[in-house]
Structures are given as structure tokens and as C-alpha cells.
């Protein structure tokens, strides 16, 4: 893969060159029988003697760790990671084509710093400093994907991004709300697309990769295809990947204070004859109705007018089978399953998006970096009780428009700004029906949210300051201000007319942060942060009507917007020439106004009959106050030139203020530890996942931490012990081998509905031509 900006120099340092975009350097302007170097911060220093034929290509060894890496997530514009008071991890290219990961959220558990929610096959909502769901910001090329029925509980949305397109992934953690606006509050996940490469002369380059994998453990395959078509001007990258995910098998080899049947499967339904069945699962350890299909599509035109200006034309579009609801179709009553069928409709996710860079030194920027898109979301929820022939259906369409405006402003070399705005349209219709499945007789049913339509509208504005005050001590100042408005229109409904019509709600939220960076000396870093955060309450939060565990959500107008308060320290010191790199990085959150369940009770009464059960009422109101504070660390050594080791451990407790129960979605302690050994085209890593225990009495009581999936103890600790392989056969061919799980350890990660697959081998082939 090419490398830019890679700086070269001679002995002297009188002469500098430097890589382009593709990775290519003229040297002719040194001396010929000159010795060069090759530096960049990401990559072991090169040296090259001219004594020697030249290479054809010079092959650069990445570090195991790094303070000098630049990255874009923190300001919105590229930037020294040294220079950032965040905590930030960045997960690269050859660690997300190594680590074999099977969707978009599964690459964030490589990290050692994300844990990962799964409710089902399909699922994964990962959890950021006791944040989750509607608390965490996903962001794709720079855009929001967060929209307005984005929900409090678990999300699956991130396996809609697609690991086989991504060129990085960068993982904020902290309120993030001054560069971000709402939702950022446990940190914010932006996925960085490939893009397309230009060629460097008047010749045409093509170049096509494809790759295969199968996973044991689900019986899946996936295969890829992509094509780079790159001219002077103009270049196109096109991407496809089918993804045939089978029903997942758990680990068999259980710890011996676990129940023996904790997680197993001892029967599923059929319908037979007009008639629902429970049938016998022939094997308790496989969970059936996991299995699922996926289609991810991606397109990309790069044209380059001039060297100040690029536009990228950015298409993508994800689609999926349908997508059973795992934990719910295990759930029972009186003796028999609950569901004869649940599950999620196709999700399709379709974003477009202009991206315009220019780059031109005036009074009042530096560079200037424009995003329109436009989103069109599919999401749908089918459900029917057990010997029942009416299907419940809820259907959710969203049309979602951005701008995102950024400019940036280098006064000196010391001081620059960063400044912009962002308005966003979330266009929402939902719809609700029952379907008799013998007579295909169509009745009304409630929506799942208002049903007269929702429209959301936000218009914000922020400003970030940086300067340097001398070598050693910088400072980033920010603020943001929003102004937020959402339309409802409950249409009639003999359930919900008498409570609530039309709502209309509008909130406005600033934010702050102030960051500073103390950098002693060239081994050692210190940075503090103070910043706020807000989440706007949507749609999913005021007007969702939801069943659940005998009870169910009703709409509340009256919500206002909840804000994180936020002091971090982190220090990151270097040993050995960046040999040995250890950071930890400790944090307090304050919660205000956080959104929880209330009970609620409607002209005398606390219950109302819904979908042919009686459940309890509750709203969601702004009442809490807590505290989420932790610690996350890790260490980063390279003994010898072919062998690193790493380890990374997390710690949260969060805990509501005025009545001391605990919060919701904190994890357990959790993390990684891994050694890896290269040799030239050889790679092998050792690694062990892990997490700690979670007791029943330190889970939420309001359901969120799903302990109803658990033992009566709660969630058991885990760990488990992996290794993956990869040998660069040519420059063509890489050939991948992974065992997960080796010891085939039965667990569920924390607040899963759904066992984690027992040992698991994965074998993955990848051409490049």
C-alpha cells in the first residue's frame, strides 16, 4: 500500500524530498552515490546506500505504537495525535485486514478499548465509557449516521459499514459535542472509507483486489470484490461484498460455577400444517435463527480539477435478509414459546455525498472542507405470538439530509482555528399493521412511532482554538451552540388518541471544552481535558411505543436535552526510543437531566392492553443525576524487531446520584492482551480477550443490562485465547488463518442476549492484481 508523506533526506538534511498521495518520491535531486533516509512517524526510520542497485519500491515497517500519528477525527481536519488532549485510538488498515473481522462492529473489539453489545446474529452496539446506543456518535466519511429513531437500548447500525472497504477506523472517547454536536457522549466512531487512487502520470492504472472468507463456528462465508480505476484527474474505486452468515455455534466447555444449561437452545418454531410447532433442537449448543445475508455496495469517483481542489463522490448502500430477533424468539410463557416469529426486516442503509477539499491560504481560511449528503433509511420490526395468526408489522422510512461546513485557519505555524457548521433534515414516516397470516386479512395496529410523521431539524455552529504557547505546552479551546426542532403528528389510534395529538418540540444546547497538552519532554506526554456534552431527546425518545418484558413506553413531550460534564487526565510516557509506550487515561463523567424510565399512570390507571397482553405504563423523563468514571490504559513494547506485546484494561462504575442505583450499560472490567511476531511476509499474534464478572446487584433495574440474559448471578467472567496467521505469499497473494475461542469457552460479553461462537476457525484469501 502506498505511504505518503514520507520525508527523505541525505546526510546533510540540506536537501528534502517528500511521497505523494501514492507513495512516490523524485530523488533525483540528490547526489547519486548519496545515502538517503526514510522517515515517518507511523513507520521505523529506512535506510537506503546508493552503493547498491535501487529498489524497485522501498517496503517501510510500521511501529507498534506511536505519538506522532496524524489523525482526523479530533478536529474534524487532519492533525498530530501529539497535539490532541483527547483520548483517541485508531484502528489502521493492516490491523482491520488482519484481525479478519466479519462486520463493522466487530473490528471495534480489536481495539481492547470497545466492548460490544449483541442482542443477535446480526447485532452489535459497542459501549464507550458506560455509553452506548443513542450516547455513542457513529460517523461514515465525516457524516452523522445517527438519526431521529436512533434507539436508548442496543443498535445493530454498525454492521452496515463494511470492513472490507474501510481505510481506518478512529475511536473518540469523551464528550465529543463541541466538534460533534448531540448524541456524542460516551465518544464518537468514525469510519474512514478508501478512497480512490489517482494515477501519477497520463497512463491509466488499474487494479483489482478480491478476497474470500469462511468462518467455522456459523458456517459463513463472505467474498469481496473491488476495482481501482485511476487516471491523472479522475480515479474510481468500486466495491461489493456478499456476507452469508449460518446459525452460530456457542463454546461447549463451560467454567464450572456456570449452570449447565445457561445459553442453551432446546427448541425453536415451526409452523406446520396451519398449526405453530416447538421443535426439538437436535443440537442445544448451535442457536438457530442467527444465521442471516448481507449485500454492501460501494462506489466512489475522485476528480482532482487542481491541485488546491478535489471532489469525492461517495455512494454506498447496504442491505440485509431478514434478521431474527435471537433472545426474543427464546423467550417463554406458561411452558411454550412467546414468539412463533420475530425478527428485523431488511435494514438498508443508502448514503450519497459530495465531499469538496480545497485548499488556499486567504483571510479567512487555510483550507475549506464541504459535505452534502443525503441518507435514505429502511428499518422494520415483524413480530407474532406463539399460535397466534395475526403478524404485527412496524415500518420505519427516513429521508435524512446534511451540510457539514468546515474551515480551518493557520495563522503560524503555533496557533490555528477551526470553525463551521452543520444543518441537518430528518424526514420520518412509520407505519403499523396486522397481517392474518392464514386469510391475509389486514387490520390496523399501533406504529411504533408517531404515526402522522416526524420531522427533525438542527442548525449548529462551532468554533475550536488551538495554539502553542512554546515547544513544550499547547492548549485547544471550543464551543458549539445548536438549536434543535422536532414536528409529531399522532393520527387517530383507538390506544393513544385520548393521551397525546400533535407535538411539537424545540431545544437549544451549547457546549465547551477546554484541552491542554504538557509535553516535558520528547518521551512524555500529559493532557487534561474539561468538556461538555449533549444528547437532544428524539424521536425514539418522546414518541416510541414500545412492548417490552410486561411493560411498554408511552410518548412524553415535555423531554429536554441531557448534558455530560467531563475531566479527563491521560499521560503517555515513551521508553527505549519508543521501544515501550505505556498511557493511562482517567475520567469522571456527570450526568444531568439523564432520560430514564418513570412509571406512568393515565386517568386512574398504571396498565393498558396492547397487542392482545396487559402491560405496565411508563414514560421517558428527564430525572437523573450520576457519575460514570473510570480509567482505561495500555501498553504498547517492541523487545526486538519482530516482537511486540500489548495490553489494554478498562474499568467503569457508574452510579445514579440521588438514589445510588446503578447505571445502566457499564461494563465489567474488560480488555486485550496480545504478542505478535513478524518476519519478513510472515505474521502470527497470540491474543486473550477478556472480561471481568458482573453482578446482578450491579446491573440497572430498568432492563437496560438485559440481566434476564445472564445467570442468577449475573454475567460470568471470561476469557478467551486466540491466534491468527497471515504469510504474504508474492506480492499478490495473502493468505489468512484465524482460531477464535480456541478452547471453545461457552460465555456471553455483557448485557448479550445471544452466546459468543465457540472455537472458531477462520480462513481468508486475498488477491491483489
Not at 547519486?32 to 512517524?41: I, M, N, V, Y
Not at 491523472?232 to 463451560?254: P, V
Request: aromatic content about 14%; charged content about 20%; some cysteine.
Amino acid at each position: 500500500m502506498p505511504i505518503p508523506n514520507v520525508i527523505v533526506f541525505d546526510e546533510s538534511e540540506s536537501i528534502i524530498a517528500g511521497t505523494n498521495d501514492n507513495g512516490l518520491v523524485n530523488i533525483s535531486i540528490f547526489e547519486e552515490d548519496a545515502a538517503l533516509w526514510f522517515k515517518h512517524p507511523a513507520y521505523e526510520l529506512f535506510f537506503l546506500s546508493r552503493k547498491n542497485p535501487l529498489p524497485q519500491a522501498i517496503s517501510l515497517c510500521p511501529k507498534v505504537f506511536t505519538l506522532d500519528e496524524f489523525v482526523v477525527s479530533a478536529s474534524r481536519t487532519r492533525e498530530n495525535k501529539k497535539n490532541i488532549p483527547y483520548f483517541l485510538e485508531t484502528i489502521k488498515p493492516r490491523s482491520i485486514e488482519f484481525n479478519n473481522a466479519p462486520t463493522g462492529a466487530d473490528i471495534l473489539t480489536g481495539s481492547g478499548y470497545v466492548a460490544v453489545q449483541k442482542s443477535q446474529g446480526g447485532g452489535g452496539s459497542p459501549i464507550l465509557r458506560g455509553f452506548e446506543a443513542n450516547r455513542v456518535l457513529l460517523v461514515m466519511d465525516g457524516v452523522r449516521m445517527n438519526n431521529a429513531i436512533y434507539r436508548s437500548g442496543h443498535l445493530q447500525n454498525s454492521i452496515t459499514i463494511d470492513p472490507n472497504i474501510l481505510d481506518k477506523t478512529e475511536i473518540l472517547f469523551g464528550p465529543s459535542s463541541v466538534m460533534y454536536g448531540s448524541d456524542a457522549l460516551g465518544g464518537v466512531v468514525s469510519y474512514f472509507s478508501k478512497d480512490p487512487v489517482l494515477s501519477n502520470d497520463s497512463m491509466a492504472v488499474m487494479a483489482i483486489e478480491s478476497s474470500i472468507q469462511s468462518m467455522s463456528a456459523s458456517s459463513s462465508n463472505k467474498v469481496n470484490i473491488n476495482v481501482n480505476a485511476g487516471f491523472k484527474h479522475w480515479a474510481s474505486l468500486t466495491s461489493f461484498t456478499y456476507s452469508d452468515f449460518g446459525n452460530i455455534k456457542m463454546g461447549e466447555n463451560r467454567a464450572s460455577n456456570v449452570p449447565e444449561d445457561w445459553g442453551k437452545v432446546f427448541h425453536y418454531a415451526k409452523r406446520i400444517n396451519g398449526k405453530d410447532s416447538m421443535m426439538v433442537n437436535a443440537d442445544p449448543y448451535t442457536q438457530p435463527n442467527t444465521g442471516y445475508q448481507q449485500y454492501d455496495l460501494l462506489q466512489k469517483f475522485k476528480f482532482t480539477p487542481s491541485h488546491k481542489h478535489s471532489l469525492l463522490f461517495n455512494f454506498q448502500y447496504s442491505t440485509t435478509s431478514n434478521i431474527n430477533r435471537f433472545d426474543a424468539l427464546n423467550d417463554y410463557k406458561d411452558d411454550l414459546l412467546k414468539y412463533a416469529q420475530y425478527y428485523y426486516g431488511p435494514q438498508e442503509r443508502l448514503f450519497a455525498s459530495v465531499n469538496s477539499r480545497y485548499k488556499k491560504e486567504t483571510k479567512l481560511f487555510s483550507s475549506v472542507n464541504t459535505i452534502v449528503a443525503y441518507q435514505n433509511i429502511k428499518e422494520s420490526r415483524f413480530s407474532r405470538k406463539f399460535n397466534s395468526d395475526n403478524k404485527l408489522s412496524q415500518e420505519e422510512y427516513l429521508d435524512i439530509y446534511s451540510l457539514n461546513l468546515d474551515l480551518a485557519k493557520e495563522f503560524n505555524p503555533s496557533s490555528k482555528i477551526n470553525y463551521g457548521i452543520e444543518i441537518l433534515y430528518n424526514d420520518m414516516a412509520s407505519h403499523g399493521k396486522y397481517t392474518n397470516i392464514e386469510t391475509r386479512e389486514l387490520s390496523t395496529a399501533t406504529s411504533r412511532y408517531p404515526n402522522g410523521g416526524s420531522f427533525f431539524q438542527a442548525y449548529s455552529a462551532y468554533f475550536n482554538y488551538h495554539t502553542k504557547f512554546n515547544k513544550r505546552f499547547s492548549a485547544n479551546f471550543g464551543a458549539r451552540f445548536g438549536y434543535f426542532r422536532f414536528n409529531s403528528k399522532f393520527m387517530e389510534d383507538e390506544l393513544f388518541k385520548p393521551i397525546v395529538t400533535d407535538l411539537i418540540m424545540s431545544n437549544k444546547a451549547p457546549s465547551a471544552s477546554v484541552g491542554l497538552v504538557y509535553i516535558p519532554a520528547d518521551t512524555w506526554k500529559f493532557s487534561s481535558v474539561l468538556s461538555s456534552g449533549y444528547r437532544v431527546p428524539n424521536v425514539d425518545d418522546y414518541g416510541k411505543i414500545r412492548a417490552k418484558n410486561d411493560e411498554i413506553s408511552m410518548p412524553n413531550p415535555f423531554l429536554k436535552p441531557e448534558y455530560a460534564f467531563n475531566a479527563e487526565l491521560s499521560a503517555t510516557k515513551s521508553f527505549y526510543n519508543e521501544n515501550l509506550l505505556i498511557n493511562i487515561t482517567l475520567y469522571n463523567t456527570w450526568l444531568h437531566d439523564a432520560i430514564v424510565r418513570e412509571y406512568y399512570t393515565y386517568q386512574g390507571s398504571d396498565s393498558i392492553e396492547y397487542d392482545g397482553d396487559t402491560y405496565r405504563m411508563y414514560i421517558n423523563s428527564n430525572q437523573q443525576k450520576a457519575i460514570v468514571k473510570g480509567l482505561s490504559a495500555g501498553m504498547h513494547a517492541q523487545p526486538f524487531h519482530n516482537l511486540s506485546v500489548n495490553a489494554t484494561i478498562n474499568y467503569t462504575h457508574g452510579q445514579v446520584s440521588y438514589t445510588n442505583e446503578p447505571m445502566g450499560h457499564i461494563t465489567p472490567v474488560f480488555g486485550k492482551a496480545a504478542v505478535n511476531y513478524r518476519h519478513k511476509e510472515f505474521r502470527v499474534e497470540f491474543y486473550m480477550n477478556y472480561q471481568g464478572e458482573k453482578k446482578y446487584e450491579d446491573m440497572s433495574p430498568y432492563g437496560e443490562d438485559n440481566e434476564d440474559e445472564g445467570t442468577e448471578d449475573g454475567f460470568p467472567a471470561w476469557q478467551t485465547y486466540n491466534m491468527a496467521i497471515q504469510y504474504q505469499l508474492f506480492n499478490t497473494l495473502t493468505l489468512q488463518a484465524s482460531v477464535e475461542n480456541i478452547l471453545d469457552r461457552h460465555y456471553k460479553t455483557f448485557a448479550s442476549g445471544i452466546s459468543a461462537p465457540g472455537r472458531n476457525l477462520i480462513l481468508s484469501l486475498t488477491g491483489r492484481f
